[in-house]
Structures are given as structure tokens and as C-alpha cells.
């Protein structure tokens, strides 16, 4: 059992469209990472958290610990907004030399025109 | 500024042949690490470097070597290719800002390797 949960799989929106992306874990954690990638592209790291929310630009992202729960909110969707978004954790029993992240299985977004 | 490169970006091997990825950042980071990225998988990682001179095994390190060359170079050895190596390789590096305990990964595009 994967200990990190994305919802949905996948998602279709229309631009302008409000989306939201969850993730949820098993463990305790020290950090969630939310990554994105484009098709057939790299690895880009999105946002780090512990707590709370943090926004950038269009993007915001929250996380309850309580509820080991966060949210990728995208307001008014683009079309480059279309890629996967991975969710990542660090448990707060992966200490040592080893950033030991474990990783969602990505939420594939695409936003039609 | 580059970031992560990794070459070379696509690669095809015949079973058994061998091969090296290779990865630079030039962002003075200490950490390293190789990840493979498989379908309806997430990614897992194959082995790391916590600092030049030192690496370790990952989830997955069975038919792989690493090589951490200095600071800026950490390399990845198919020493026989086999078909389960199908997949799609990335390095990322992470810095440690004083006094963090946390920080993002910075990640290369990614090398597509297909090995029949």
C-alpha cells in the first residue's frame, strides 16, 4: 500500500476552472512536496511545506497535519497549466544522511481552451 | 545557471549491453540523488549521495553502481542492462540552507532509457 494517496487520477477542466488536487498520507511527516511535470519534461518543484499554506502566483497549496491531508489549488486554470502534479513526503522517521522521500503517483491535469 | 543536467536524454541499450548517466549541478548542492520513474509508479529512488565521497542504496539498487566524482557530478552505472531497466532516470539534486532541516529538490529533464 502506497503510504501517499493522490486524488483525482486524473482530471479534465475547461480554462478558467477552479482545481483542486489532494493528497494524502499514512505517516507522520517532517515536509510535503508538491512537484509538477510537464509531458515528456523534468521535474519541477512546486511548493515545500510543514504547515499551513503557501501561494504563488496562481498556485496555492495547504496542508492539515492533524488530518495528514493537502490541497494543490490552480484558480483560473490555463492550458499550461496541464501537466502532472506529484505529491511527495518526507516521514519523520527517514532520519539520517537520507532525504528519504516518498512519492504519490501523480495526478494527471489537463485544461482544455 | 543550469541547475541539474543530465545526459543523455534518450538512450536505447540491447540486453546486456552497459551504459553511464551522467549528472552535473552547479549549484554547489551536497546531495544527490537517482530516481527512476516507471508507469502507474511513483518515482523510487535508486541511490544517493548525502556529500561528495560518500553514497548509499536506495529502494531500488539491484543491477545499478553510482559514482559520486566530486561535488558537482554523480553518475549512474548499468553494468549489463536487462528489460526491467525500461524506464525514465532522473538525478536531482538539494541544498541545506543553515539552520533548515528541509528543502525542495532541483531535478534534471530526465533520461528515457529503453532497453530490449
Known amino acids: 500500500k502506497n503510504e501517499v494517496e493522490q486524488s483525482p487520477q486524473n482530471l479534465t477542466a475547461q480554462e478558467g476552472e477552479f482545481i483542486t488536487i489532494n493528497c494524502s498520507y499514512s505517516v507522520g511527516i517532517s515536509a510535503l512536496h508538491w512537484l509538477q511535470q510537464h509531458p515528456g519534461g523534468g521535474i519541477v518543484s512546486l511548493f515545500m511545506l510543514s504547515s499551513g499554506k503557501k501561494k504563488h502566483g496562481r498556485l496555492i497549496a495547504t496542508i492539515n497535519i492533524q488530518e495528514k491531508h493537502s490541497s494543490l489549488h490552480i484558480t483560473a486554470s490555463h492550458p499550461r497549466d496541464s501537466a502532472v502534479y506529484i505529491c511527495a513526503v518526507r516521514p519523520t522517521n527517514s532520519g539520517g544522511s537520507n532525504y528519504k522521500l516518498t512519492f504519490g503517483k501523480g495526478t494527471l491535469l489537463t485544461v482544455n481552451p | 545557471n543550469a541547475g541539474v543536467t543530465q545526459t543523455p536524454k534518450f538512450q536505447v541499450l540491447k540486453t546486456g549491453q552497459s551504459m553511464t548517466l551522467q549528472c552535473a549541478q552547479d549549484m554547489n548542492h551536497n546531495s544527490m540523488y537517482w530516481y527512476r520513474q516507471d508507469p502507474g509508479m511513483g518515482l523510487r529512488l535508486i541511490y544517493y549521495?548525502?556529500?561528495?565521497?560518500?553514497?548509499d542504496k536506495g529502494e531500488v539498487p539491484n543491477g545499478y553502481n553510482v559514482s559520486r566524482l566530486n561535488k558537482r557530478e554523480f553518475s549512474l552505472r548499468l553494468e549489463s542492462a536487462a528489460p526491467s531497466q525500461t524506464s525514465v532516470y532522473f538525478c536531482a539534486s538539494r541544498g541545506r540552507p543553515w539552520g533548515t532541516y528541509n528543502s525542495p529538490l532541483h531535478f534534471g529533464n530526465g533520461t528515457r532509457l529503453t532497453v530490449t
Open positions: 549521495s548525502a556529500s561528495e565521497g560518500t553514497t
